[in-house]
Every structure is written in C-alpha cells, then in structure tokens.
C-alpha cells in the first residue's frame, strides 16, 4: 500500500485564522482528495483534484477552501479564515489510476478554538 | 445521488465468533465498493476492494465481502473474530472514468466491540 503522509498531525487555530494542511505526493498519482471527519460523524468528501484542476467540490467546499498543488510538489488544502466547525479530522487521499483504490494518509486533526 | 447505508451503528461479538457488517449502496453505474478499517485516532486503512469480476473478495486480516448487485449489498465477513480486529468500519462507494476523479462516497460507519 503506497504511503500518504500529511502534515501536520495536529493542528490548533484561532478562529478566523488561515490554516494550510500538507499531503505529500507520490510522483505517479494523478489523483488527489480531500475529505474531513467531524468527531464521530462520518468521513465527508470536500474536493477531487485532478491533472491541476478541480474535478469537483462539496457544498461544503465553499469560498473559505481552496486548493493546489504548486510545482508539483506537496498537495495543499488552505482554509482562509477558519470557524469553529471547521474543527475535524482532515485526510488526504491519492490514486493513481482512474480505477484504482483511494489511499488515505494519516489525517490532520485540527481544532479551532 | 451516491449513498451508502450502513444500517448497524454498533455491533458487540465475542472472541472467535463470526461477523457479518452489512452495507447497502445506491449508484447509477457499476459501482466500485470499499471497506475501510479506522481504529481510534487513526487514518483509514484499506481492508479490501471490488471493482469487477469474481463477486467474492478477500481482503487484509481475514475479511472478506460478497458484492450481491440484485440487493445493493457488499457485506463484511469475517468467520472467526479477533480481539485486535475492534474498531470502526466503514463502506465506500465510487466510480471512476479516465481523466475524471471520482469521490468515494461513506456510510455512518459500523463500531465494532470485541468481548473476550
């Protein structure tokens, strides 16, 4: 199983507060996903990413989220300003084909206050 | 819409009993169908996965799920369980199609408790 790596593992804000969340790529995969889990709730898609463009976003992927993956390297999720709600478990997951398995990496809790 | 039904918010088994976790899905195409294992704090690992072919498939740690297309079903199995294999299980749903990605879509998740 191809390893996902995310940084950091946790992380607290401030509420209003811009947080950028980091997963580290693996050079063959073309795919690229957000997801977030709400303590005790299920895991929720936010985006899909794919060949440097947005494939397609959630509702709740609204103006506050955006993503990149600028040169190339680290797969970033940024939250501009951030709310309390925002308050989850975030995973990144990749794939490299487009029939493949979605792996997930470790998450970033992170918790605004 | 994708969705995903897990109908049994917590089930509780004994050391070596069997274990079925059940799963119903709802998607417009053929669907690609998942089972993830997340222990507490953890990330999600993959336990086992149909896209096509034989219906039975086995996965990681003795599991295996049985796609049913007449019932929407991919149930969990597992004959004999295991203290260690305590935790929360999670059915997926997706597609895929070259040049688009395609999101997996979960269910509430199913807890399982092992009693020894």
């Known amino acids: 199983e191809p390893e996902v790596t995310q940084t950091p593992s946790h992380q607290v804000t401030q509420m209003g507060q811009e947080v950028i969340l980091r997963c580290v790529p693996i050079?063959?995969?073309?795919?690229f996903y957000w997801y977030r889990q709400i303590l005790g709730q299920k895991v929720e898609f936010l985006v899909s990413f794919y060949n440097n463009e947005i494939s397609e976003k959630s509702e709740i992927f609204d103006d506050q989220f955006s993503v990149e993956r600028p040169d190339g390297s680290n797969f970033t999720l940024k939250i501009r300003s951030t709310k309390l709600e925002d308050s989850a478990m975030y995973f990144c997951?990749?794939?490299?084909?487009?029939?493949?398995?979605?792996?997930f990496g470790p998450g970033t809790r992170l918790t605004v206050l | 819409a994708q969705s995903v039904t897990q109908p049994d918010i917590h089930i509780t088994v004994s050391e070596g009993a069997s274990l079925e976790l059940r799963c119903n899905y709802s998607y417009g195409a053929t669907p690609y169908l998942f089972w993830y294992v997340q222990s507490p704090g953890q990330g999600l690992q993959l336990l086992l996965k149909?896209?096509?072919?034989?219906?039975l498939v086995q996965g990681i740690k003795g599991f295996e799920a049985e796609f049913k297309r007449s019932q929407s079903s991919f149930n969990l199995r597992k004959p004999s369980v295991h203290w260690s294999d305590a935790a929360e299980y999670f059915c997926?749903?997706?597609?895929?199609?070259?040049?688009?990605?395609?999101?997996?879509?979960f269910g509430t998740g199913t807890r399982l408790q092992v009693t020894l």
């Open positions: 997951a990749r794939q490299q084909g487009a029939v493949d398995t979605q792996y």
């Open positions: 997926a749903v997706g597609g895929g199609s070259t040049g688009t990605a395609s999101k997996l879509t």
């Open positions: 050079s063959n995969h073309l795919y």
């Open positions: 149909y896209f096509s072919g034989d219906t």
